[in-house]
């Protein structure tokens, strides 16, 4: 088995550190859907302060679904 000599005088197999690796790496993937989920909140907040302010558009269904076919 080959092993490290770490800074601490451990020893560590590199097995061990493959799996921390791959533990860093889920925790990444982790993160990032987290900054994702923190982005659409901060969105969603402007969003609702936004609308409380009154600053919104007011339209009927036809027109309303008028544009919704330009999408």
């Known amino acids: 088995m080959i092993t490290i000599d770490m800074e601490s005088n451990q020893q ?3 097995e061990k550190i493959y799996e921390k690796l ?4 889920v925790f990444m993937k982790k993160f990032e859907q987290f900054a ?9 907040e ?11 558009a007011e ?3 036809e027109k309303f679904l008028k544009e ?3 999408w």
């Open 12 to 14: 560590v197999s590199l």
């Open 22 to 25: 791959e533990n860093l790496e």
């Open 36 to 44: 994702e989920d923190m982005e659409f909140a901060r969105q969603t």
């Open 46 to 56: 402007e969003a609702y302060r936004r609308h409380e302010e009154g600053d919104f």
């Open 59 to 61: 339209m009927d269904s």
């Open 68 to 70: 919704l076919k330009k």
